[in-house]
């Protein structure tokens, strides 16, 4: 089963960017279609951008022509970058294969924080 861990959260002030990574526990990670998702909290969890391989990227409404997703598939990484930050943008940052495994999942990583706020 894959595992990931994501790093690179913080406190940021709107307009601010940040960039966050996420490791795979998987050798080819090009095999898997990846996505980031983030949960506020009181809120579910929700699908904020999916990379299917080659340059197919897709992006939630709320963060279009904001986040950039991208893999290094030779690092096993895959990442996130956040400009014109929002302080809606604040939540728990995940990354996992998509479609999402159940949320009992093992694959489920401890997420980063991203705080937006001034």
């Known amino acids: 089963q894959v595992q990931f861990v994501e790093s690179g959260g913080g406190l940021v002030q709107p307009g601010g960017s940040l960039r966050l990574s996420c490791t795979a526990s998987?050798?080819?990670?090009?095999?898997?279609?990846v996505a980031w998702y983030r949960q506020a909290p009181g809120k579910q969890r929700e699908v904020v951008a999916v990379?299917?391989?080659?340059?197919?990227?897709e992006y939630s409404t709320s963060v279009t022509g904001r986040f950039t997703i991208s893999r290094d598939n030779s690092e096993n990484t895959a990442y996130l970058q956040m400009n014109s930050l929002k302080p809606e943008d604040t939540a728990v940052y995940y990354c996992?294969?998509?479609?999402?495994?159940?949320?009992?999942?093992?694959?489920w990583g401890q997420g980063t924080q991203v705080t937006v706020s001034s």
């Open positions: 998987v050798r080819f990670l090009s095999m898997y279609t």
């Open positions: 990379h299917r391989g080659g340059s197919t990227t």
């Open positions: 996992n294969t998509f479609p999402p495994p159940g949320e009992g999942s093992r694959s």
